[in-house]
């Protein structure tokens, strides 16, 4: 646990991160590679967040944001994207 703000946060475990990363790599390839911004959530579990961007076939860009619901051992609980 580490210290922040006057509370204590739990940090994900490096291989439960891992294994979550792997996960959303596999459904969304455009996001290989990304790491993701990880909060606490109020009920213990993580919220992981991923963005990225894939290009179309005419040319415009997609920003793509992909939130899920983790437990502390790697657990999908819920997962989320935009467009």
């Known amino acids: 646990m580490c210290k922040l703000f006057g509370r ?3 940090i994900m475990q490096e291989q439960a991160t891992s294994k979550v990363n792997q996960s959303i790599y596999r459904q969304f390839p455009e996001l290989a590679g990304k790491q ?3 909060t606490n959530r109020p009920d213990g579990d993580y919220l992981l967040s991923y963005r990225g961007s894939v290009t179309l076939d005419n040319g415009r860009k ?3 944001v992909v939130r899920e619901a983790a437990s502390e051992t790697g657990r999908i609980k819920k997962l989320t994207t935009s467009r």
């Open 36 to 38: 993701p911004s990880i």
């Open 8 to 10: 204590k946060q739990k």
């Open 62 to 64: 997609l920003e793509r």
